[in-house]
């Protein structure tokens, strides 16, 4: 079975600039977590979907945005793109609400993202 | 604020040693704690969990106790193996309407020497 697959594994993008981080979650799987690890930082929290809406978002400002498509997979959006954007974005999903409170996450191998 | 804490960055342990792990965490609304495990150039894998309702929780060669007055986990790994060098995260998740996403550490990065 496939698991969780990101793309690209590399971007490199300039100050300013936009980019868009995808994601492919495990067959039957209908959430998709977004997380941001930050040099020296363990994971951050960003945004979760499920079912196709957007269901909480972490400590983040409005640049940081997505969306879920109705095959499940999900993408990222960072506009607007900071220095202090610079970290490993990893995906995770996992059975969705219905899978109840001890649903695990898979995660993707992650997407590092530089910001020059 | 960091609401879950992995104090020591790095772990060195002799291979058939315990290998200890720890996490404190500050909200008393986590009810649900798990374990991951990173290896280089992949995604955090699931390694072992435990609900506040227990105290301990083991598979295998882990054992995960949770002390909830003190707000604190831990991580056993006995015996340690050379294959378990990797960070491991501590994650914790709320009892909420928030939904399901995790709190994580800043990890902790193990080596088990030969």
């Known amino acids: 079975e496939a698991g969780v697959t990101q793309s690209p594994t590399h971007l490199i993008k300039t100050r300013g600039q936009q980019a868009t981080l995808r994601c492919s979650p495990i067959?039957?799987?209908?959430?998709v977590y977004w997380y941001q690890q930050a040099l020296g930082l363990g994971l951050q929290f960003l945004l979760w979907?499920?079912?196709?809406?957007?269901?909480n978002r972490g400590n983040f400002p409005p640049r940081f945005s997505g969306r879920q498509f109705p095959n499940y997979s999900s993408e990222l959006n960072v506009n607007a793109l900071e220095l202090e954007d610079s970290a490993l974005y990893l995906c995770?999903?996992?059975?969705?609400?219905?899978?109840?409170?001890?649903?695990?996450?898979?995660f993707g191998p992650g997407t590092r993202l530089t910001v020059l | 604020d960091q609401q879950v804490k992995q104090n020591s960055p790095s772990l060195s342990v002799q291979e058939g040693r315990i290998s200890i792990l720890n996490c404190d965490y500050t909200?008393?609304?986590?009810?649900?704690f798990l374990w991951y495990k990173k290896y280089p150039a992949e995604g955090p894998t699931f390694l072992i969990s435990i609900s506040s309702i227990k105290d301990k929780n083991e598979d295998g060669r882990f054992t995960v106790f949770l002390n909830k007055s003190a707000k604190h986990l831990s991580l056993h790994i006995v015996p340690s193996q050379p294959g378990d060098s990797a960070v491991y995260f501590c994650a914790v998740r709320s009892n909420s309407n928030s939904g399901y996403a995790l709190n994580f550490g800043k990890g902790t990065s193990l080596l088990v020497t030969p």
């Open positions: 909200n008393s609304m986590f009810d649900y």
């Open positions: 979907y499920d079912e196709g809406e957007e269901r």
């Open positions: 067959s039957g799987h209908t959430s």
């Open positions: 995770a999903s996992s059975w969705g609400l219905a899978g109840g409170p001890r649903n695990e996450q898979f």
